[in-house]
């Protein structure tokens, strides 16, 4: 059967709000009844939302890092020292870059997923806390609600690949099914087994829904993913098992030792890595 994406339109939704009854309630106000086998995909800023963590701007008090790195040629253009203070609260290691480049949870991201748009001016929203247990808590509670079987579960944001421009999405968490599926073994059409093959197919879905979703004014924060060829479990996924040692990774040739080492002690320096 062909793969639908179905949209879930809502009108503009403030902060501190139930996740589970808002999807319930604009799933019957959009005509769309979950069924087994779907996949919920919604936005982090909504997560975001949902959970306050809307920051007023006003209250960002300006630190002494934020006012120096705004002084390097990795802050320039950075008019707001607010913003650069935010993301180095938020980040977990901060990279040389036209923008902010940050490591956030795995993830290399400009400025730590904070965003300013669809957003009152003088707020940014930052990424929802412990989203892979939002992910989790949210699927069992539509299941439970719906009473569905086999249902997923993506909370994905927009996200940059190097040396290409516009955007694609990353899945940040994710529950109900496996995320990444590991093809090593399977056969080529020629008969030869994959060697290093794995399908990001968490990633997948979220740009897939980003298209529909899209990134300005139409107010669909979230989609129904019909009939896609996933795995479903009730396993619950675990970070750890997506990230790439950065030694592994393809793109390691460009990372610089510091930054190297910064992942391997764990630590949350809030300091430009690589000067």
Known sequence: MAIEILPIKTAILKKNFNLADTISEYFVKNGVAPKTGDILVLSSKIVSVSQGKVIDLSKIKVGKKAKMFRRTRYGRGKEDPRIVELVLREAD?????????TLKDGILIP????????IPKGFAVIWPKNPWQTAENLRKKLCHKFNLKNFGVVICDSHCQPLRWGTTGIAISWAGFEGVEDARGQKDIHGKALKITKKAVADNLSSSALLVMGEGGEKIP?????NAPVKFTTRRQKKNEICVNPRDCIFGGIYSKKFLNLIRLGSRALVAVGK
């Not at 290691?93 to 480049?101: E, N, Y």
């Open 222 to 226: 979230f989609v129904v993913i019909r």
């Open 93 to 101: 290691a901060v990279l040389p870059g036209t923008m902010i480049l």
């Open 111 to 118: 400025e730590a997923g904070i965003d300013l748009s669809n």
